[in-house]
């Protein structure tokens, strides 16, 4: 083997690949074509929005590492079947069904599409719904369930059953985001956010600004918008119109 | 393969030693700098591995907690000693095959302190809340244009001395897979950095390519250069050429071809396109071919002579970390798998496949070369006989627990509990519990090995070995006996033969 043609073939070997798997289809993905959300002439383009405040959510969310643990990611059917548990893949109840598979419009607006790396935790993809849930049954707010989560994960005031009882969960080894947190004079009726608030000392334990942001984005963590109908093939959905 | 087979003259021996002492301290210093972030490493591995099972282990909320810590462990174990092995060992090894003494050792320091010093600001930015949140891309984001100009500082010294390398025109096997590796690296990181960084691009393609990136460091960088120093130290210590020369070469071009399509699976059942998926599982099942070969290869050149593989520590890691290698390939073709991808993408087994690449293959390859290296430049041998031995075994024993019981035991029971879908999650945490104190066990057996072989090798490189003229070998007392000839002050030796 002569230096040339070791990198000649180097060049070849690698180059071909390169351009296959990263340069082209990276370059492909960047410019895909708006898709209408039906094959109507009037119907709309299909679109997904998000704000700045999610973004820094996502570094926030990126910064802690909450992708070794939880995923964001409804595989198609026949990679799993995560779809079918609970709420996690979207809303189903009598009234709707909107369960379906991660969409590759899902994380627009984000830098990076934190796919996780374990679930260790269960997928977020639609935290948002449950948190709704979660905060309905303990009388919160949704972002009050989300902030008092971070605080303690091994709370288990915050996960009621169906008949109000508490449910331990000593066994979660979600990291408590304590940083996130800090001591403040007890002002008039305190924040709404406030973890505990001590009438006595006159102090409560309310969420830093990163909280605040981390919390305003998985709230947001609702990925079951409708789909142009040329893109959805969520196996229910499918049953569910061939037998209207 | 080399020379060892005549018998080598005055001035090879000349040569040689003028190598080793022109490379002292900067192999010296990659590889003791190395061993210490390897020992950083193995500490957040275990704080990471407890906190698992015991979250409020040394307090919540803190720069400590899993999301920080592991991906810490991780990028410390890749940069800071991977990496800095694999210099250690590119360097000298070039070096010794080109027959070329090295009179970059102040630049090489240099860039040593330097990409240490980027190592360093990573790791405290990852826990000081400011990482990334690509895998094994989290340092923030202005220590990758430093860790590449230093590593450009380092490498360029390789390729040169391959360019004026003297004697024999035929390069040896080693050469080239050192030379293709400072090649892909600087490619594959200024890929991944431009394109997940940088570039603005689609946030899947992001994900995939850091998938990709992962990959690619394993099976284009990390891979070669712990083929090409088991090659040389086979080849060196049992005195014969490698097995086959022309599978060593078909073995190379087969990594070569096929390791760079390797690597989407990672982001397999992700929106992105099909064809990169399923590719990416191929390539990454396929490329267990050259692995195979390479290992085979090595395996038979050692296969006759059993007697050295039981003396010499350089060669008993060396072939341990080619099981280690053959066993990754193995493990890489079922984790590529789709039918196990349901089961172990979102498991624990992608850090089993890291840590049996990372630990298992590579680093037992970086010990037996470093074993074999440190010696040669320091020209002083090895203090003790347990010491080496304390360190293989906890090795071993740590990497297979990690890799039997949590990796392909654990990783597949939590994906079963995952699937369990009309079970509540509670049920697939807990089914890892077992396993994550077995990780913890493994990581503190591997940390124990590596405390002794960081304060082994800086008492070499203060050069407080023995001065002696006999290697230390696992197996047999320092005696007058043997094919060293007679055992003595090693300077003083010299100094009544001159």
């Known amino acids: 083997m002569t230096l040339k043609s070791f990198l000649i073939g180097m060049f070849a070997s690698f180059g071909l690949a390169w351009l296959c798997m990263i340069a082209i289809p990276t370059a492909k993905m960047a410019s895909l074509p708006p898709v209408k959300m039906s094959g109507e002439e009037d119907a709309e383009f299909y679109q997904r929005k998000t704000t700045g405040r999610v973004l820094n959510g996502a570094q926030i969310y990126a910064a802690n590492g909450c992708y070794t643990c939880h995923s964001q990611l409804i595989r198609p059917t026949y990679l799993g079947s995560q779809i079918f548990r609970k709420d996690v893949a979207g809303v189903s109840n009598a009234d709707a069904d909107t369960r379906r598979e991660t969409h590759y419009d899902d994380y627009r607006g984000e830098e990076y599409a934190q796919l996780g790396l374990t679930r260790m935790g269960p997928d977020l993809s639609n935290y948002g719904y449950r948190a709704e849930a979660y905060a309905a049954r303990t009388g919160m707010t949704a972002e009050q369930w989300t902030v008092a989560h971070l605080y303690n994960p091994r709370n288990e005031e915050l996960q009621l059953g169906e008949q109000g009882e508490e449910i331990d969960m000593s066994w979660s080894n979600c990291p408590s985001q304590l940083q996130m947190f800090e001591d403040k004079d007890l002002v008039g009726q305190g924040d709404s956010l406030a973890i505990n608030i001590n009438t006595t000392a006159m102090t409560q334990v309310v969420p830093r600004e990163q909280a605040r942001v981390l919390t305003d984005y998985l709230l947001t963590l609702k990925r079951d918008s409708a789909l142009p109908e040329s893109m959805n093939n969520a196996p229910q959905n499918a049953g569910a119109a061939a037998t209207k | ?498």
Request: hydrophobic share 50%; charged share 10%; with cysteine.
């Open chain 2, 1 to 498: 393969m080399s020379t060892q087979s005549n018998a080598p003259t005055t001035e090879d021996i000349e040569l040689r030693s003028e190598i080793d002492r022109s490379l002292r301290h900067p192999v010296m210093f990659f590889f003791t700098s190395g061993a210490a972030w390897l020992a950083v490493s193995l500490i957040l591995g275990i704080i990471a591995s407890i906190k698992t099972h015991n979250p409020a282990f040394l307090g919540e909320g803190s720069f400590i907690q899993y999301g920080r810590a592991f991906p810490a462990h991780i990028n410390a174990l890749v940069y800071g000693w991977g990496a800095q092995a694999a210099f250690g060992v590119m360097i000298w090894l070039m070096a010794r095959l080109s027959r070329q003494p090295s009179r970059n050792a102040g630049t090489l320091l240099v860039a040593g302190h330097v990409w240490n010093l980027a190592v360093i600001l990573g790791t405290v930015g990852i826990l000081s809340g400011h990482g990334t949140g690509k895998h094994w891309m989290e340092f923030p984001t202005f220590v990758w244009p430093v860790l590449l100009a230093s590593y450009a500082a380092i490498a360029i010294w390789v390729v040169i001395s391959f360019r004026v390398r003297r004697g024999d025109d035929a390069a040896y096997i080693s050469q080239w897979y050192i030379l293709a590796a400072c090649i892909w690296f600087p490619w594959i990181f200024l890929t991944a950095n431009l394109y997940v960084n940088v570039f603005d691009v689609h946030p899947l393609m992001a994900a995939a390519i850091n998938g990709w990136y992962r990959q690619a460091l394993v099976l284009l960088f990390f891979v070669p250069i712990g083929i090409a120093s088991a090659y040389y130290i086979t080849a060196k210590i049992t005195a014969r050429a490698v097995y086959n020369y022309s599978y060593s070469a078909g073995g190379f071009w087969a990594l070569a071809i096929i390791a760079p399509w390797a690597g989407f699976h990672a982001v397999m059942g992700s929106p992105i396109p099909m064809f990169l998926q399923y590719t990416g599982a191929a390539a990454s099942m396929l490329a267990a071919v050259p692995l195979i070969f390479a290992g085979v290869n090595v395996l038979k050149t050692t296969a006759s002579n059993s007697e050295a593989l039981a003396h010499s520590p350089s060669l008993r890691f060396t072939v341990a970390g080619i099981f280690g290698m053959i066993a990754l390939a193995i493990l890489g073709v079922i984790l590529a798998h789709p039918d196990a991808i349901r089961y172990s993408q979102f498991s624990l087994a992608g850090y089993g496949y890291d840590i049996l690449a990372l630990y298992g293959f590579f680093s037992m390859c970086m010990f037996g070369a470093i074993y074999f290296i440190v010696p040669r430049v320091t020209r002083r041998e090895w203090l003790s006989r347990r010491l080496i031995r304390t360190h293989f075994w906890f090795s071993v024993y740590g990497v297979l627990l990690i890799l039997l019981f949590c990796t392909l035991l654990g990783s597949f029971q939590q994906g079963a509990a995952q699937e369990n879908f009309n079970q509540p999650w509670k049920q697939a945490v807990n089914s890892t519990y077992p396993y994550a104190v077995g990780t913890t066990f493994a990581w503190v057996a591997i940390l124990w090995a590596n405390i002794f072989f960081f304060i082994h090798l800086t008492l070499m490189w203060l050069r407080l070995g023995r001065r002696s003229s006999h290697p230390t070998l696992l197996n047999r007392d320092h005696s007058a006996l043997g094919p060293h000839g007679a055992e003595g002050d090693i300077d003083e030796l010299e100094s009544a033969q001159a």
